[in-house]
C-alpha cells in the first residue's frame, strides 16, 4: 500500500501563487517512482496537470505550462506543485498521484481557491 499525503491549499489572489505538497510513504521506492498531480474542479472531469518521473523529466499541458513546476525530494518522499500566476480558472481540488503495478494511488485531495 502506498499512502500519498498533500498540504499547502488555500485561497489566494488571481496572480499570487501557492506550493502544493504531497509526501509519500508505504510501499514506494520513492526516488524512482513517478509521481502526478491532478484537480477536479466543481462539474468537471479530474485532469493531469503535471507529471514528474524518476530521472527528474516533467511534463505539462499547456493550460498550467510557464506557471506550475512540479519537484520532487527524494530524501522527504515528498512531491511539490509550485503555481505562480494563478487563475480563476485555477480553483479545484488538487490530487497526488501514482501509479505502479496496476494500481493508482491518491491522496485526499488539497483545494485551491483563486479568487478575482
Known amino acids: 500500500q502506498v499512502q500519498l499525503v498533500e498540504s499547502g491549499g488555500g485561497l489566494v489572489q488571481a496572480g499570487g501563487s501557492l506550493r502544493l505538497s504531497c509526501a509519500a510513504s508505504?510501499?514506494?521506492?520513492?526516488?524512482?517512482?513517478?509521481m502526478d498531480w491532478y484537480r477536479q474542479a466543481p462539474g468537471k472531469q479530474r485532469e493531469l496537470v503535471a507529471t514528474i518521473n524518476g530521472g527528474g523529466s516533467t511534463n505539462y499541458p499547456d493550460s498550467v505550462k510557464g506557471r506550475f513546476t512540479i519537484s520532487r525530494d527524494n530524501a522527504k518522499n515528498t512531491v511539490y506543485l509550485q503555481m505562480n500566476s494563478l487563475k480563476p480558472e485555477d480553483t479545484a481540488v488538487y490530487y497526488c498521484?501514482?501509479?505502479?503495478?496496476?494500481?493508482?494511488?491518491w491522496g485526499q485531495g488539497t483545494r485551491v481557491t483563486v479568487s478575482s
Open positions: 508505504g510501499s514506494i521506492i520513492f526516488n524512482i517512482a513517478a
Open positions: 498521484h501514482h501509479y505502479w503495478d496496476s494500481q493508482s494511488y
